[in-house]
């Protein structure tokens, strides 16, 4: 059957072109973290300012809102180096070593009793669930990964191992150093994450910008957005850290020499790509969910993203296979951002969303997450809007429709399924069309009448179609779906 929210309604389903009994392209994957959306946006962003000066932010489309600021008892906590245990790191700017500078000379055990304060200070509740970032970022747990500005720990390192053994040369000391190094690196991450992840189980634990794919190379002009063979090598070297974490944070943010072009796709694809491959490495019963971090602006400028842009981050990690992204910023104009988030961010939002849970339900039975039978090609989970109007009601917007057959094998041509843990999904699609306009309640599953006018749909227990509850302009939503219909690369290919 295929059900829609909690109202089961039975459907003859029709397989797909090709063996029902298919090999998914990867193992289960954890549930959603918020029931009945396969994708979700968090939102990340330090913005209390806005509200403070009665600059109102619409996040409605958003799953959860939270900041980078040090509030406790957030769903998404960021652990810089100052909120978790006793760090060690090189200052960049003085070049002060902070808690013994490099892993080897810090104190693991000391670190873990502040961890555990600072752990039962942030996240106070031990049933709550949430997600955990921990943003370590001045050394790289493998030693070859530490070039340009992180040379120091080398250097240093190799410097106290000649110390523990002033016998060794040089040249000696360095294989010497490295080993050294690595242990005590892995200590501190796998230590510290483990702790988390015992104290706050319903947490999810993982490493911002980890995995990394290092595919940097998009000023050549035949970048395919690939990870160097080295890099993914070097990410099988820290299966450690993909065997201890339950979630993983890779990072997407945007060069501006990447706007509006495909590079971007390309680059932000294989990220997520290298996420979804890594996450299967360590055969457990299922794959931890995959958080994508993004920015609506671009890395070196204030610039921020056109629609195009969006859909080649966000529309990206939907489409490849994430459970989500993490919409991180530092500081933000609160009149720019509140005007950003109603004509182009918070639509394409409500879009991508709805569209990967009507793929989901209409695909997949619910059971499982929509995903690209061709990680590399140039498809994505948007609403048709042909197929779906917006329309306001009771001061919030809805997105109602009926699906096509052309919107069905849509997904059935370009998709497949990832089932979720303990369920049983094959891509599938209804045999049967829906005639009748219906909601799925952008929020969390709550299902009411009260949620649209008589005007807006016919019933609310017929199959297909979606309801998009949001609080925006509804000629800005239509207005987006209308471009992102014109430009057909977008759209469909």
Known sequence: SWTLGPLPLPLLLLSLLGSIHAELPYPPTATPLFEGYPYGVIWNMPTPVCKQNNIPLDTSPFQAVTTTEAVPDQFLFLFYTNRLGLYPFVDEATKKEINGGIPQKGNLTASLEVAQWDITQYIPSGTSTGLAVIDWEAWRPLWDRNWDSKTIYRTLSIDYAR????????????????????????????????LGIDMRPNYLWGFYLFPECYNYGWNDADYTGECPTNAQTENDQL??????????????????SLANTHKAALYVRNQVHEAMRVASLPKHPFNVPIYVYTRPVFTNQANKFLSEDLVHTLGENAAVGASGSVLWGAS?????????????????????????????????????????????????????????????????????????????????DHFTCQCYAGLSCSPQIASELPNKPVVIPHLLGVWSSDAVDDTCCVTIGCPAGVCLLINREMHIVNSTLKALHRNASVWRH
């Not at 299966?239 to 943010?253: A, G, M, R």
């Not at 409500?350 to 209409?362: F, G, M, P, Q």
Request: proline share 5%.
């Open 163 to 194: 110390q523990l053994d002033p016998s060794l040369s040089p040249s000696q000391a360095e294989p010497v150093a490295k080993e050294q190094f690595q242990t005590a690196a892995r200590n501190f991450m796998e230590d510290t994450m483990s």
């Open 239 to 256: 299966l450690w850290l993909w065997q201890t974490s339950t979630v993983l944070y890779p990072s997407v943010y945007l060069h501006t």
């Open 332 to 412: 933000a104009s609160c009149e720019a951002l509140s005007s950003y988030l109603n004509s182009t961010l918070n639509p394409y939002i409500a879009n991508v969303t709805a569209a990967s849970r009507l793929c989901s339900e209409s695909l997949c039975q619910g059971n499982g997450r929509c995903i690209r039978k061709d990680y590399n090609s140039d498809v994505y989970l948007h609403l048709n809007p042909a197929s779906f109007s917006v329309r306001k009601s009771n001061g919030k917007y809805v997105a109602v429709g009926i699906p096509t057959l052309s919107d069905l094998t849509y997904f059935s």
